[in-house]
């Protein structure tokens, strides 16, 4: 039981809480990383399915 005593101690005495303004900062800055590699993911997705529709072509027509 002394473990979360001193558990709940801690949080309530030496843990630095952010502000809400702070909050809101990091908040909007992991929503435009997001974004961003979300993008990044999808540039990506779509040249490899581009480069690959042109390989399966260009190899289903060397059969004929």
């Known amino acids: 039981m002394g473990y979360i ?6 949080l309530v005495e030496k843990v630095s809480w952010p502000s809400f303004a702070q909050l809101q900062s990091s908040t909007i800055v992991v929503m435009v990383a997001s974004l961003i590699f979300a993008i990044i993911v999808l540039a990506m997705d779509m040249s490899f399915e581009g480069i690959m529709g042109g390989i399966y072509e260009l190899l289903g027509n060397l059969g004929r």
């Not at 005593?5 to 801690?10: F, V």
Request: hydrophobic share 15%.
């Open 5 to 10: 005593k001193n558990a709940y101690k801690e």
